[in-house]
């Protein structure tokens, strides 16, 4: 069977059902663009199917979708595209906005594999995304998470500096150890305390206790 006929086969079958899912209901092709979405979601964006598959991937991802979450997300995507797993399911939050300029409203949204080329190789995705605006906790939640995957991507490079021990002095510094605690727990002397403490500020570039504590927290020393 052609690609063309799977993908055709492939939207008529979801396009069905489409009124009787209770999320937005999107198909992308391997390239990122939409190839289909459900009128529960064209309604949203305030766009027709035909403006809306004439996207180019990059296109819809800018207008619509916060990048930072994204560096989340698409490699999971990727990763579940790579193995050709018929069964997995890749879970995300996501922040989108319905105008080029609007604000952002939170979604959790799914994803699978939907249809396979003649070769057996991926050929379209089906993602599912549900509004959690009104769920306040869990966009709490979400916008912390988020806040935490771009602090751990855009620290890693100066966290990786510490050692074993400057990263274990790093826990107790977090808790509020004193410098004599930490010693007594490290079996060490106050004063190797102190020189970590020291090295710990050069390596991480700030000497905030603020700072220092939310990198224990988000490299999880605590």
């Not at 992308?28 to 991937?57: C, K, N, P, Y």
């Not at 998470?145 to 855009?154: A, C, M, S, T």
Request: hydrophobic share 35%; glycine share 4%; proline share 2%.
């Amino acid at each position: 069977m052609q690609s063309n006929q799977i993908i055709d086969n492939a939207i008529k079958e979801i396009d069905a059902i489409a009124d009787k899912i209770p999320a937005v209901t999107i198909i992308h092709d391997l390239e990122g663009r939409v190839v289909w979405m459900s009128e529960r979601g064209l309604e949203r964006f305030g766009i027709t199917l035909a403006e809306m598959t004439q996207l180019t991937a990059e296109e819809y991802y800018r207008t619509y979708f916060n990048e930072d979450d994204a560096k989340d997300y698409v490699p999971k995507i990727l990763g579940l595209l790579e193995r050709n797993d018929d069964n997995g399911i890749c879970t995300f939050f996501q922040q989108v906005r319905f105008e080029p300029q609007g604000a952002w409203s939170w979604y959790l949204s799914s994803t699978k594999i939907l249809a396979h080329d003649s070769n057996g190789k991926p050929l379209l995705t089906l993602t599912t995304a549900f509004p959690i605006e009104d769920m306040h906790h869990v966009t709490k939640k979400a916008e912390r998470i988020l806040e935490e995957n771009n602090f751990l991507r855009q620290n890693y490079h100066l966290f990786s500096k510490l050692s074993i021990r400057e990263r274990e002095v790093l826990k107790y510094w977090a808790q509020s150890k004193s410098a004599s605690e930490t010693a007594e727990l490290m079996y060490i002397s106050s004063l190797t305390v102190d020189t970590h403490r020291r090295n710990i500020k050069v390596k991480l570039q700030t000497t905030s206790f603020y700072e220092l504590s939310h990198y224990a927290r988000c490299f999880e020393l605590i």
